[in-house]
């Protein structure tokens, strides 16, 4: 009897036992669910933040992008509270919205300020309205909560923050490089809209410092003696990218007004208006009052003396464009009205090829725009404006061809999740 009750005890300590067990790995089981759950929600977070930054991510709307980016953040939630992203207005890399650069090879993620392509957004239990995620039953082994984060990283492609814009669909050598030019964008990128496998032309040894580099063509590829990089890591070449749509398609060209002559004179200043015959410039000082220039007849031409055109649009209707003078080039568009950004432009009519070779001298500033031509670039220095739109182009020498791009458009280009 004895012994029965003996071991009726002891069945009693066993289930006792077995219970704690079976309650403790219960309650892990649950906080661990707990846990992954408040993850995933996180992530969602994360995600749904980066990508809705990743669309106004060009540099001049970084702030915009930041805002939007925990606008959509507190849209979700986590642990029934808003995933709450700090700004990071000092793109700390530590913080919860970071601005950099994406690439692909090897594929790192780097904080910077110049040359954007991606930004990452880091979504975090605790964070700055929620303490650590609390825990059922981890008090019972000494452990209150748990902090969770889940991060992500939102890369644009396409046509957003395009420096340089090729807008010819099909034909082969839309973007060519030859000898030993040096590319430098210290921000935008390239777009190349030509399905062509051999879009791309690139022979020599041609460097192109740039970010990204995006081709319609599914299978275009770079000539085995060019340098494409980027703050020493490589640049992203990204193929089967969607074609991006002329953003200034929608300007209408000036009209003919009123006649004008061009005076004669080493030394001459002109008002704008309309010149049939076209401005052709060799020797002496050209200085352009600001306003709208219409050219037709002879086109643009400055291959000699020094040339000052400031907030000024020079419209060419026809006949060439050739800035290849070695003196002083200076040009500016205008700040404001509808031609504002736009300094230089040939109507998509005119299919002549232009061409222009900058100096240490030159300085031309804006959007250089020949949506019907191709656009020949060599030498030197800053005259490549700050965002070329072109149906082809060709860059050739052996100077660097510096674009510091400004977007004067509301283009989009595509945004994926990356990482």
Not at 120 to 131: F, G, I, L, N, Q
Not at 157 to 171: D, F, M, N, R
Not at 335 to 340: C, F, L
Not at 355 to 384: E, K, M, W
């Amino acid at each position: 009897m004895r012994n029965r009750r003996n071991r009726h005890g002891m069945v009693l300590v066993w289930v006792a036992l077995v219970l704690l067990v079976i309650v403790g790995m219960m309650g892990l089981a649950l906080d661990a669910a707990n846990i992954v759950l408040t993850g995933q929600q996180l992530q969602n977070g994360a995600d749904a933040a980066a990508l809705a930054g990743a669309q106004r991510l060009r540099p001049v709307n970084v702030p915009e992008s930041r805002a939007l980016a925990r606008d959509i953040g507190l849209h979700n939630s986590a642990a029934q509270a808003p995933v709450d992203l700090q700004l990071n207005e000092g793109n700390a890399a530590e913080g919860d919205i970071v601005v950099g650069r994406w690439h692909n090879n090897p594929g790192v993620f780097i904080p910077a300020t110049q040359g954007i392509n991606a930004i990452r957004t880091v979504a975090r239990r605790p964070d700055s309205r929620t303490e650590a995620l609390p825990l059922l039953f981890g008090p019972v082994f000494g452990v209150d909560n748990a902090a969770v984060l889940r991060d992500a990283v939102a890369l644009t492609v396409g046509g957003q923050g395009a420096a340089i814009l090729c807008l010819e669909p099909s034909e082969p050598a839309v973007y060519a490089m030859n000898g030993t030019p040096l590319l430098n964008l210290e921000n935008g990128s390239i777009q190349v809209n030509s399905t062509h496998p051999n879009a791309l032309n690139t022979v020599g040894v041609p460097i192109i410092h740039a970010t990204d580099l995006n081709v319609c063509s599914e299978t275009a590829s770079l000539g085995g003696g060019t340098t494409f990089e980027y703050e020493g890591l490589p640049g992203n070449l990204n193929n089967g990218v969607p074609p991006m749509d002329d953003p200034l398609a929608h300007l209408s060209p000036p009209p003919p007004g009123e006649p004008l002559e061009v005076p004669k004179g080493k030394d001459i200043t002109l008002s704008p208006g309309y010149y049939p015959e076209g401005v052709k410039w060799t020797s002496g000082t050209l200085t352009l009052l600001p306003g709208v220039y219409r050219f037709e007849g002879g086109g643009f031409e400055v291959t000699g003396g020094d040339l000052y055109a400031h907030g000024v649009l020079l419209y060419v209707a026809e006949g060439d464009v050739k800035l290849t003078g070695n003196g002083v080039m200076e040009v500016s568009p205008m700040e404001t009205g509808p031609y504002a950004g736009v300094s230089l432009w040939q109507d998509e009519s005119n299919t002549n090829e232009a061409n222009i070779i900058g100096t240490n001298q030159s300085h031309v500033a804006g959007t250089l725009y020949f949506p019907g031509a191709r656009l020949d670039c060599s030498g030197t220095g800053d005259g490549f404006g700050n965002q070329i739109i072109c149906k082809s182009l060709e860059l050739s020498g052996n100077g660097t061809i510096n674009i510091d791009f400004k977007d004067i458009s509301n283009a989009r280009g595509a945004v994926a999740l990356v990482e």
